[in-house]
T-cell receptor, first 115, second 114 residues
């Protein structure tokens, strides 16, 4: 069975500091993709970053980086230089191309950036 | 600008009513999905479709049905709404690619069943 776990229901970070949001996953499928989405209070889900299971290097997108540790089955999101606009829910997700691109989501982490 | 559009942002219905949630995408995506989002439970897949007139059950299909008569439109139907179906409903779409295609989401419909 596929499972995504986010153990931090809520996190606080000081503006301009870095923060790490944890995500672990469980699958026996060797081929998968890992994603992070941001959901501000407006409700829309915004794609942040993606990592493929065969990618050797950690993915980076601007201030976002994905700390991919395959042996530990973890895919933590690192946000550098936090901004007030980063306050939102963050969801980790996993997808499998062999299942019609079905996504499995974690329960989310609520991040609050403190001025 | 590519878009997934959900017909209503907020909806209030009575128990027992038949409810239609509509979703339209303009990206010519093959895959479309309906998720339900509840606090502490994350997003749970209700149904998905990878082609016109095709549908597959997700993790929580009970009490729901779907319709996909055209490629761009995917409807979620609550045959007889119940209070435990009060939730945020998110529609998403993606390409049927060989790699891992990201999901594009609509802005969600907050449904309240009274």
């Amino acid at each position: 069975a596929q499972k995504i776990t986010q153990t931090q229901p809520g996190m606080f970070v000081q503006e301009k500091e870095a923060v790490t949001l944890d995500c672990t996953y469980d699958t026996s499928d060797p081929s998968y993709g890992l994603f992070w989405y941001k959901q501000p209070s407006s409700g829309e889900m915004i794609f942040l970053i993606y990592q493929g299971s065969y990618d050797q290097q950690n993915a980076t997108e601007g201030r976002y980086s994905l700390n991919f540790q395959k042996a530990r089955k973890s895919a933590n999101l690192v946000i550098s230089a936090s901004q007030l606009g980063d306050s939102a829910m963050y969801f980790c997700a996993m997808s499998f191309p062999n299942t019609g691109n079905q996504f499995y989501f974690g329960t989310g982490t609520s991040l609050t950036v403190i001025p | 600008d590519v878009k997934v559009t959900q017909s209503s942002r907020y909806l209030v219905k009575r128990t027992g009513e038949k409810v239609f949630l509509e979703c339209v995408q303009d990206m010519d995506h093959e895959n479309m999905f309906w998720y339900r989002q509840d606090p502490g439970l994350g997003l749970r897949l209700i149904y998905f479709s990878y082609d016109v007139k095709m549908k597959e059950k997700g993790d929580i299909p009970e009490g729901y049905s779907v319709s996909r008569e055209k490629k761009e439109r995917f409807s979620l139907i609550l045959e007889s709404a119940s209070t435990n179906q009060t939730s945020m409903y998110l529609c998403a779409s993606s390409l049927l690619g060989s790699s891992w295609e990201k999901l594009f989401f609509g802005s969600g419909t907050q449904l309240s069943v009274l």
